[in-house]
């Protein structure tokens, strides 16, 4: 990403708190999965909800839904959200309508419904190299698209959960700690094992790594 671009709005704190009723009509991977139906691009699932696309059930409330692409393509998938506003984020703040500078400069892009103001899916631009997704946390992580895709039954794609665990470690929320007690005995050994061999990596010294 380049330098931080002017502009922008800075978050109070009090907006801050008041994000979570403007995320409270989010999209499911369902809706989003029928909005981009066909797009030539590949796309999945991020964060709390990979994991429960993974579980086979949703095994707890979500406070939105997150999607990534590789950066390249977005305007493939933004095309998908015509009718809709796309705000970039990053450091506290947020770029309404964002300009080409304020995407490039962030990985973050809020769809939100011009009509009520509220935020419907938060999409990842996301660092890759061809066909190889590019880790974000440590850029010497290089994993062909093909083997950290996942889809559910009904074909919705998601991330591998060793990846979303990966980046839940850096900051461990109570909903983290759920999230990897439930999923950690549903992984198969070789899921497990790469979880460890990243965790290593990324944060030495976790303490997940003990529980793995």
Not at 34 to 61: C, I, K, M, N, S
Not at 68 to 78: I, K, L, S
Request: glycine share 6%; charged share 25%; aromatic share 8%.
């Amino acid at each position: 990403m380049s330098e931080q671009p002017p502009g922008g709005i800075e978050l109070s704190p009090d907006e801050i708190v008041a994000l979570d009723a403007r995320w409270s009509s989010c999209w499911t991977p369902r809706q989003v999965a029928d909005r981009l139906a066909g797009v030539e691009t590949l796309w999945y699932v991020a964060a709390g909800w990979a994991l429960d696309l993974f579980r086979g059930e949703q095994t707890r409330p979500h406070g939105d839904l997150e999607i990534a692409v590789p950066a390249r393509c977005f305007p493939r998938v933004r095309e998908r959200f015509s009718g809709y506003v796309i705000d970039a984020v990053g450091s506290g703040r947020i770029w309404e309508n964002a300009t080409a500078d304020a995407l490039a400069a962030t990985h973050q892009t809020w769809v939100r419904d011009p009509a009520s103001g509220n935020y419907l899916v938060d999409v990842f631009r996301e660092p890759h190299d061809g066909d190889s997704w590019i880790c974000r946390r440590d850029e010497t992580i290089r994993l062909p698209y093909g083997d950290i895709i996942l889809h559910s039954p009904d074909g919705i794609p998601y991330l591998a959960p060793e990846l979303v665990l990966l980046f839940k470690a850096k900051r461990v929320r109570t909903k983290d700690q759920a999230d990897f007690d439930d999923t950690v005995p549903r992984m198969s050994p070789a899921r497990r094992a790469t979880l460890v061999e990243l965790l290593d990596r990324v944060h030495p010294g976790h303490r997940w790594l003990t529980a793995l």
